[in-house]
């Protein structure tokens, strides 16, 4: 039986003193035909482990209803680590952030009514446990002790940035034994001396998360965690972008550097991330520190594997450094080949849009996403003018309490302005008119501290010209079921929110790149497979189309536009555009 444990200074592999040389890899943010291929990759880069969250918003987006097959396959992707001859780390939260929608937490979860969230309340520990317990269903057979390759599992997720809830920590650390998980239990903070106290517990072994002055952030570590071995459980290599940013980017000379101060050290390392993939569909978290923004669809976090899957430049300078420190395969992965460059017609096909139900509604408040049950982006408002908040005037400011997170008001199907929650915009002027439309897009869930499940939608009462509108309808918009419409429409110029489909041919199954310049703000589909957001604020100007979205002969691209097309062309380009580098 191969046994992986804790000593005073070390890991222990069967007794023998082992360092962690790890990669970030989420499964839930790669097509499942490139798994394989991006933990090969790891391998060659000198690495003998893969780390990966899990999403349990992935795995059960309807309470009740858990998926562990497809993309959320983590069985599947733990024995293709094993194959490779790799350990795996497994970080299931519950709480993951990792830039993703709800910081992994089910929409359902978070908008149960009085629960509290990250801390010792029944109703949240109630949900938690049962996750875990399938999670650890799908872990327990394969922790190294039993023959397989986890040899690490962390308790909650930088969970001292947060709150200081001991009992909680204790809890899903009892649950965890109990449920047969045997390997050593680990937790993560930033090394800030009141995070590292309140983050873990005597019994878990503390890691750090940073990416510079790695000495200086071991030293305050040792102090938190005064045996055993050091690890930096989250290397920060890069960043992620948001919309209407830069696209961030670290030198990678400088990276190297410091993760050669970090392993020269003796520590472990878990490179966050190795390969970052995409938000693809509409998976992108969002921050709000004072100001909401939203995170955009490539996770390529400018780490050593690109979005596509192809070694960068710093993933030959990592390689160059681990060399120093154990022995590294002496094949190494060819370069990014140039992409298809196709020029694709499209045929716009008219409004998309759905017609409202019936005239007034049931209801005093618009209601929200969540009480509408929409874990879609898109839900469409309806509400009746009345005359009397008008008085003499041709207009009135209508004005909301909030809105989130973008919306397009028209009047009497007129487009009147936009409201955007980044920029703090809730009110305008509006026409005298019959019927009210506002379209609102969720642009992203909250994945960190406080805004964690907050709802989406126009929260809260809406005035006009002082009175408040009520007797609302809302119709929650089936993006899937809007793009397969659209590749069904006959053809129909419209100016503005339009569909647009075209068709292109292909040699074999090849990974594309998609570019958005024409586009103004909305979706993009290929074979019916959801590449995600494109946003014409930048800083991503491409979507990433994975070679196993597409097929030798015929193949159809479908852009679900919101606003308005410049060009109605499709161009697939040779290489991506992330966007202005930050400076």
Wanted: charged share 20%.
């Amino acid at each position: 039986m191969t046994t992986f444990s804790i000593g005073e200074t070390d890991f222990l592999l069967d007794g023998r003193p082992h360092r962690v040389f790890a990669g970030a890899l989420h499964y839930f943010r790669i097509h499942p035909d490139h798994w394989a291929d991006r933990i090969r990759k790891a391998r060659l880069m000198g690495l003998n482990t893969i780390e990966t969250y899990v999403a349990w918003n992935a795995h059960e987006p309807v309470r009740g209803e858990w998926d562990a097959t497809g993309w959320n396959d983590l069985g599947r992707f733990l024995d293709l680590i094993a194959a490779e001859g790799m350990h795996a780390i497994v970080r299931p939260g519950p709480y993951i952030c990792a830039e993703w929608h709800n910081g992994g937490l089910p929409v359902w979860l978070t908008s149960t009514p009085g629960i509290g969230l990250r801390r010792s309340e029944p109703q949240y520990l109630e949900a938690v446990s049962t996750y875990l317990r399938r999670v650890y269903e799908i872990v327990a057979p394969r922790q190294i002790d039993r023959g397989g390759n986890v040899v690490l599992l962390q308790i909650e997720n930088e969970y001292g940035a947060y709150g200081s809830d001991h009992d909680y920590l204790r809890t899903l650390t009892e649950l965890t034994r109990a449920c047969d998980i045997t390997v050593p239990l680990t937790t993560v903070d930033q090394p800030e001396p009141h995070m590292l106290a309140a983050g873990t517990l005597p019994d878990l072994h503390t890691t750090g998360s940073f990416g510079s002055r790695a000495t200086e952030r071991l030293a305050t570590l040792r102090e938190h965690q005064p045996t055993g071995p050091l690890m930096c459980s989250e290397f920060w290599d890069g960043w992620f972008d948001w919309w209407g940013g830069v696209h961030h980017t670290t030198d990678a000379a400088a990276s190297a550097s410091e993760l050669d101060a970090l392993l020269a050290a003796g520590a472990s390392v878990n490179i966050y991330m190795l390969h970052g993939g995409t938000n693809f569909g509409t998976t992108n978290g969002a921050n709000d520190k004072g100001r909401y923004a939203p995170i955009v669809t490539s996770y390529d976090y400018d780490a050593p594997l690109d979005e596509s899957g192809h070694p960068t430049e710093k993933y030959h300078a990592f390689r160059e450094v681990i060399a120093r420190y154990a022995p590294v395969p002496d094949e190494v992965p060819p370069a990014r080949p140039a992409a298809p460059v196709l020029s694709v017609p499209l045929r716009t096909t008219g409004d998309w849009l759905p017609a409202t139900g019936a005239d007034g509604g049931a209801v005093d408040l618009p209601p929200t996403f969540e009480e509408l049950g929409q874990l879609g982006p898109l839900v469409r408002y309806d509400i009746a003018l009345p005359a009397e908040p008008f008085g003499d005037s041709d207009s009135a400011v209508l004005a909301f309490a909030e809105v989130r997170d973008l919306a397009w008001v028209a009047v009497d199907g007129a487009p009147i302005g936009r409201l955007q929650r980044a920029l703090h915009e809730r009110s305008l002027p509006i026409p005298r008119g019959a019927r009210l439309t506002v379209l609102v897009e969720d642009q992203g869930r909250v994945n960190y501290d406080v805004r964690l499940g907050e709802n989406k939608g126009l929260v809260g009462p809406v005035t006009l010209g002082g009175h408040e509108l009520t007797g609302w309808s809302a119709q929650p918009v089936d993006l899937a079921a809007v793009a397969a419409g659209i590749a069904r429409a006959s053809e129909h110029a419209v100016a503005g929110r339009t569909g647009l489909v075209g068709t292109f041919d292909l040699d074999e199954p090849a990974d594309l790149f998609l570019d958005t310049e024409a586009w103004s703000k909305g979706y993009a589909f290929v074979n019916g497979f959801s590449l995600g957001r494109y946003w014409r604020s930048g800083p991503q100007r491409t979507l990433y189309v994975p070679a196993p979205a597409t097929r030798a002969g015929a193949n159809e691209v479908v852009v679900v536009e919101l606003e308005h097309v410049v060009d109605p062309v499709a161009a697939f380009v040779a290489e991506p555009d992330l966007g202005h580098r930050e400076e």
